[in-house]
């Protein structure tokens, strides 16, 4: 299956702090994404790092990629309460099927 | 402003009787998709759509139509709604290759009664 798995399910931290939220999945890729939702709301694209990439930043966002553990991982330094939300990571496969699958996030509390 | 539009939002309906979701994309997007989301089910690809004409099922299509007969708008169709297909359904489009991003819609939240 090309959707990606997030863990934790839910996760709560106080304002300040990092959140970190981890994506495993299972099939070659050409990219992975990370969005966001806000409650209710459309999800919203946050960062995409590509295959032959480790990491890349987006202002307080950090994204890794470890092919070899077909995985993932979304840091979000210094939380804020606005941060609050669940977080979806979608695997491109290269598999020629141009779909994007995801699983079921990631809920982020920030408390203020 | 580039963007996904759907209606209605919301919508409460009977069973059997026949709705149509509507979605419109302004960025001449190929590609246009459908969810629905549950709690604890994630969201769930129900259709897509790569180009005018072609579209194909994703994991629930069951209970659901769509058509894609200009690139602007990919209608979600339910011919008798039943109170299992109740969920939030999200349009979502994007162009056609690698490295590029889904935009989606503001989501319809649908009840069957």
């Known amino acids: 299956s090309q959707q990606g798995e997030e863990d934790p399910q839910a996760l709560s931290i106080q304002e300040g702090e990092n959140a970190t939220m981890n994506c495993s999945y299972k099939t070659s890729i050409n990219n992975l994404q990370w969005y966001r939702q806000n409650s209710g709301r459309g999800l919203v694209h946050l960062i995409l790092?590509?295959?032959?990439?480790r990491e890349k930043h987006s202002g307080r966002l950090r994204v890794t990629l470890d092919t070899s553990k077909k995985s993932s991982s979304l840091l979000i330094t210094a939380s804020r309460a606005a941060d609050t939300a669940s977080y979806f990571c979608a695997p491109g496969s290269t598999s020629g099927t141009y779909k994007y699958i995801f699983g079921t996030g990631t809920r982020l509390k920030v408390l203020a | 402003e580039a963007q996904v539009t759907q209606n209605p939002r919301y919508l409460i309906t009977v069973t059997g009787k026949k709705l149509t979701v509507t979605c419109s994309q302004n960025?001449?997007?190929?590609?246009m998709s459908w969810y629905r989301q549950d709690p604890g089910l994630g969201l769930r690809q129900i259709y897509y759509s790569m180009n005018v004409e072609v579209t194909d099922k994703g994991d629930v299509p069951e209970g659901y139509k769509v058509s894609r007969k200009e690139k602007r708008n990919f209608p979600l169709i339910l011919e008798s709604p039943s109170p299992n297909q109740t969920s939030l359904y999200f349009c979502?489009?994007?162009?056609?290759?690698?490295?590029?991003?889904?935009?989606f819609g503001q989501g319809t939240r649908l009840t069957v009664v």
């Open positions: 790092i590509r295959s032959n990439e």
């Open positions: 979502a489009s994007g162009v056609l290759g690698e490295d590029t991003e889904a935009f």
């Open positions: 960025m001449n997007h190929e590609y």
